[in-house]
């Protein structure tokens, strides 16, 4: 018999919820001991959470839980396995070589009529993302593993803005991906704080020499957003912010990173967010201005007039601006 139908047949032997020994297994099955161990070895390795007993009445068993789960998906289940995979790659997920073998393991054990099934299904759905840099992806399986492992890392890295790249240890706690982007989160040693970095913005990472323990019921993702909209969670300083426009309009917006974290009421002509105060006078004027005169701010007034100051400020900009050289006047030769 070939391994995997000797592995396959020492599982469906512990399912039955017997605690069977390496020799036991061996004569049932008709194969040498070692065979036995090796297809143990490979069954542990695939995710079987196989126990070895030791003393007189000891063996291989399955544990309870595992024993009543099924080794099958539904055709709903493959089709779902099928599509996340397809979002996962796309927005680069680390794991990527890992993840197509997995699926292509999926379809491997699959009748005629269940592979056109997960074919139509995989054909039925795209996604469009940027494309990742190859080394973005190493830089993401490192700090997955060292966030797991709880390992530092040395990381050089380039701020935005910044002349020269800095080098710095960096504790990784987790990785998040938003808006297009995959970012780190984790305490900065150099900061001696909680900081989150953008991996595209990373030249060189390597494993350092110490490591660390994440705090318990630490959330990347949350730390993500509280960074972002530092004020805007913080349920002390929110303000109501009532938009009304058409829906098309209000739908645009909602899809926006700030006022979909901020929406707390909806209907088809009006929108009500809570924003934080600084994100109100700050970040909100400018980011309204693209949808002119679709939408219509309803309150509070501080807004309706902020908006009109960075109106003006942007109206006098281009009003005060003085032609730029072109090519027909003589006076410059363009981009070069």
């Not at 949808?291 to 009109?308: D, K, Q």
Request: glycine share 8%; hydrophobic share 40%; aromatic share 10%.
């Amino acid at each position: 018999m070939s391994k995997a139908t000797n592995m396959l047949s020492i599982l469906w032997l512990l399912r039955s919820g017997r605690r069977m020994t390496a020799q036991k297994l061996a004569d049932e099955l008709e194969i040498h001991i070692r065979t036995v161990y090796r297809c143990i070895d490979s069954l542990c390795a695939s995710g079987v959470p196989i126990i070895a007993d030791s003393g007189p009445n000891g063996g291989y068993r399955i544990l309870d839980h595992f024993t009543e789960s099924p080794l099958v998906f539904d055709t709903e289940e493959q089709k779902a396995l099928v599509h996340a995979s397809a979002f996962a790659l796309e927005a680069g997920y680390p794991f990527d070589v890992e993840l197509i073998r997995a699926i292509d393991k999926l379809k491997l054990y699959t009748n005629e009529g269940q592979l056109e099934q997960i074919e139509r299904h995989s054909q039925g759905l795209d996604v469009i993302h940027p494309p990742s840099e190859p080394k973005q992806r190493e830089w993401l399986r490192m700090l997955e593993y060292a966030a797991v492992l709880g390992r530092s890392l040395e990381m050089e890295y380039r701020k935005e803005g910044a002349d020269a790249p800095a080098v710095r240890i960096f504790d990784p706690y987790g990785i998040v991906h938003w808006k297009g982007a995959w970012y780190a989160a984790g305490f900065c040693r150099m900061r001696s704080e909680l900081r989150s970095f953008r991996v595209d913005r990373i030249i060189r990472l390597t494993y350092g020499e110490g490591g660390f323990e994440r705090p318990p019921g630490f959330s990347a993702k949350r730390f993500l957003l509280g960074s972002l909209l530092p004020d805007t969670l913080g349920e002390e300083t929110l303000s109501d912010v009532r938009i009304g426009g058409p829906q098309q309009a209000l739908d645009l917006l909602c899809q926006h990173w700030l006022f979909g974290h901020a929406l707390r009421e909806r209907c088809d002509t009006e929108a009500l967010f809570r924003i934080g105060e600084p994100t109100l006078s700050k970040y909100v004027p400018y980011y309204l201005l693209p949808y002119g005169r679709a939408l219509t701010i309803h309150e509070p007034r501080r807004l309706v007039e902020r908006m009109a100051e960075v109106s003006a400020e942007l109206a006098g900009h281009y009003q005060n601006m003085k032609p730029a050289p072109t090519a027909e006047t003589g006076k410059g030769e363009g981009c070069p």
